[in-house]
């Protein structure tokens, strides 16, 4: 008599095991309702782990009487679609990380954890018709109640539980009174897509023709795949086109996917998304909590919500009716995990418009090289924004060489001077340096001890607000130092540049001013930042003083003055995308300058002013320097003329690493049949960080298909490999950084 076969549930687990594991379906189960991707518990060791359903078969290499089986499936059905999945297992396969950890990343973190599913309508609060005649100065003797309803008024929609949260986190008794005063009305947030004829709130802007050139070539292929980079100057439109495509995507009864690579940017483009469109708008970023990102990401998965606006983790998100996918600033380096699962969100987010069939828009004014590659082999179609939209013209850039010159904190005198001019027509300054903190050095003008980080090959810099040595590599903190540790007696002094020291500069050079600093020190608390831009845009502050989170995106009509500080530092790098990444940085810093009526001026303090990659840059545009760029990558051989995968490892001595490297080169020798360049292995340029030893191996090949055939191979075998486990190792395919 033939007896049926035991089925197998082979799945993926949250571990760092390149493998599937194999458990016996639950008895009683109806299969043929059971999908791939549904949430499993599963016994793992001495404990239970989350499981995700990869197949169903008959077959397991293991004896049957050693499996163990599913505890509990925890989902009706899969909470991700078949193209979902298979996005994920080719993330997992290009990337060569484990498929469960993989997927694991694509489920919010409650999800992950195996909690029950729910989703809870959030609550949105507007003004009520009394609340719209009111004036707020009524409510002067309850400073919060005024707060929160200045909130409401100087807002054009509606502010949900998630808005307010982000804005302050004590708003909940504020609303509640002006709720039970009349002035304001709270409802829930609507559970089903809207009428496509009520989606717009405003009406949208005219567009000049190459704006409307571009969202015409878009329209023409909603529901067919295509790369669109839209390449627009800093100020061209870039938003007005994405808004007038979306309109049209949502008038479909589809979804749209927005990523921006920093949480500064999110803030502002929400609020031009909700001023425009009447339809729910979904956000998901590490500032949220957990419970507000399980919020969207179910929304979006149930068809609840149109449009969801994320940083590079909203980019697996599952839609219920997908229609488009926009990166916005495509060229930063923020799209690219550099941690764990080491993925780029730009090249994700090509391959799901093509399993879903649907267009991307990558919109940069400083397009990466790899993507104006792409539009050169006609992978990508280019739609070009040459001009800055309504009257705003494009500053004058111009090298300031500081040769020789008195500075003073990294400011010039004939900066300073044109920093009065444009003060005097009440006109706003904006000055760039990529370096918080006050001094990144501290040295003793006695015997030369500098502060060092006793876990990293890095300096330690000075906070003289928080009166601390801070370590920016691996967080280590002490007090700051009064006196030298080595001689005893010498007088230490600060070496070198930062935000905070500049900051103090400015107070004195400019005392009737008003300054603000702009990073991630001055605004860690919830609500700074918000409140900051809304002092800069409402003309209470004259001088901005900030690092990168200023350099893309902001909209500052009444800047009329940027001047870059300190060019020359990213001059002179060992990492062949130095001179790109500084290229765009200049660009899109250039950016903020004379964006409205005004006509606006870029200053580039330097001691290099006959720099080929400056002056190509600022007589030619950054096309030419990208042409220019290009030809010198692949006459070196270099990417996008090649491909690179770089292996990490660390350790907390040098002896382990070295064994590893040993066993792994007659891997290498192995199986390397191809083309495959082996570079190193060599210390990583910051050869010590946070107490472990650091060191790389490159793999580079001219073609793609070569090197992903030697990492299949190798990256199981390393696994296994004794040596293995006494080190950490990673690998990082497509590296945008070779530190």
Known sequence: MMTTPPMIFKVALPVPLYRLFDYLAPEGVNLDMIKPGVRLEVPFGKGKKTAFLIEISTHSDLSIDKLKPVLRILDDKSLLSAKELRLLQWASHYYHHPLGEVISTAFPTALRQGKALAVKAEKRYTLTELGQTTDSNTLKRSPKQQSVFDKFQSSAHYLSDTDLSAWNNNWRTAVNEL??????????????????????????????????????RVYNSLGQFGVFLLEGVTGSGKTEVYLQIIQAVLERGQQVLILVPEITLTPQLEERFKQRFAVSIALSHSKLTDKQRQISWLQMQQGACSIMLGTRSALFTPLKKPGLIILDEEHDTSFKQQEGFRFSARDIAVVRAKLLHIPVILGSATPSLESLYNVEKQRYQLLHLPERAGSAI????????????????????????????????????????????????????????????????????????????????????????????????????????????????????????????????????????????????????????????????????????????????????????????????????????????????????????????????????????????????????????????????????????QQFFEALTGLIAKHNHGLTQILGPVSAPMAKRAGLYRFQLLFQNPKRQELHALLDTLIPAISLLKQAKKIRWSLDVDPVDLY
Not at 466 to 482: I, M, N, P, S, V
Request: glycine residues 6%; aromatic residues 4%; contains cysteine.
């Open 179 to 216: 709720i039970t005063k009349g002035l304001i009305k709270a409802e829930l947030t609507e559970t089903k897509p809207s009428n496509p004829k009520a989606i717009i709130r405003n009406t949208p802007l005219t567009c000049n023709p190459q704006q409307q050139q571009a969202i015409d």
């Open 394 to 657: 494009a500053p004058h850039v111009y090298l300031m060489d500081i040769r020789n010159k008195r500075i003073q904190d990294g400011l010039s005198e004939a900066l300073v001077t044109e920093m009065h001019k444009t003060l005097a027509k009440k006109e706003q300054v904006l000055l760039f340096l990529n370096r918080r903190g006050f001094a990144p050095t501290l040295i003793c003008h006695s015997c030369g001890w500098v502060a060092r980080c006793q876990r990293c090959d890095a300096n330690m810099v000075i906070h003289y607000d928080d009166a601390q040595l801070k370590c920016h590599h691996c967080g280590q903190e002490h007090t700051l130092l009064r006196q030298c540790p080595a001689c005893k007696t010498g007088e230490l002094t600060p070496l070198g540049l930062g935000t905070e020291r500049v900051e103090k500069t400015l107070a004195n050079l400019f005392k009737d001013k008003i300054s603000v600093r702009l990073d991630r020190d001055s605004t860690q608390r919830k609500g700074t930042l918000e409140n900051y831009l809304n002092q800069i845009n409402s003309g209470q502050v004259d001088i901005i003083l900030g690092t990168q989170m200023l350099a893309k995106g902001h909209h500052f009509p009444n800047v009329t003055l940027v001047a870059i500080l300190d060019v020359d530092s990213g001059l002179f790098s060992i990492d062949f995308h130095a001179a790109e990444k500084l290229a765009q940085m200049i660009v899109q810093v250039s950016g903020r300058a004379g964006r409205a009526e005004k006509p606006g001026q870029v200053i580039l303090q330097t001691r290099q002013p006959e720099h080929p990659l400056l002056v190509t840059l600022i007589k030619q545009g950054y096309r030419q320097f990208a042409a220019t760029a290009l030809q010198e990558r692949k006459t070196a051989a270099l990417p996008p003329f090649s491909y690179q995968a770089l292996l990490r490892v660390q350790a907390v001595d040098t002896d382990k690493p």
